[in-house]
């Protein structure tokens, strides 16, 4: 083989392994996350209401939680040491996969009603529509019961990497954080 040819093939061999990298990277991330579908649901709807919709959350706010989860600024049983086999790059590529992936549909629902007292603050961070954005998760959609659990924690002080939430929450009644749960997870 003369070395014209062997450089074509070589060159041909190499350009292929490079655009196949990110491919087969992804999948190695794919096949990593698998075992989320056990919590989070194969279809992006969790398993348990008290568990977070994750499939097309806000990519930031995906990559602060798991980042949190990391650190052990925040602590769970289930996430944190699930977390911890990654490194932080791969958290971002995590963050990314299904920040990608489209939020699930509700079959049935009720239309929101009016708003709630209290939910106009919510708006500053979580949009409009409370879809969330830089720098906040959407919250329209999300479950009840994983929606007033995560407003309660932060009200009582047992969730704390979020500077705003905290007093944002204590501020609130319990009727007023309840109604506003509600309200959200009517989307």
């Avoid at 949190?68 to 911890?84: F, L, T």
């Amino acid at each position: 083989m003369g070395k014209g040819l062997f450089s074509t093939l070589f060159g041909a061999a190499l350009v292929f392994a490079l655009v196949g990298a990110p491919a087969q990277a992804a999948d190695d991330i794919a096949s990593r996350l698998e075992i989320c579908s056990a919590c989070h649901g194969a279809n992006g709807t969790p398993t348990n209401p008290a568990t977070p919709i994750i499939w097309g959350q806000q990519q930031n706010y995906l990559y602060k939680e798991l980042h949190d989860y990391h650190s052990g600024e925040r602590s769970n049983a289930i996430m944190s040491p699930m977390v911890k086999s990654f490194s932080l790059d791969d958290l971002r590529k995590v963050a990314a996969y299904f920040a990608a992936k489209s939020w699930p549909t509700k079959q049935s629902g009720a239309a929101p009603g009016p708003l709630p007292e209290g939910i106009a603050m919510c708006r500053a961070c979580h949009g409009q529509d409370f879809e969330g954005g830089q720098p906040a998760p959407r919250l329209a959609g999300l479950n009840y019961d994983y929606l007033i659990s995560a407003m309660r924690s932060f009200a009582d002080g047992k969730r704390t990497n979020n500077l705003d939430m905290p007093g944002f929450m204590r501020a609130l009644t319990d009727s007023q954080r309840e109604a506003i749960a509600h309200y959200l997870s009517s989307f």
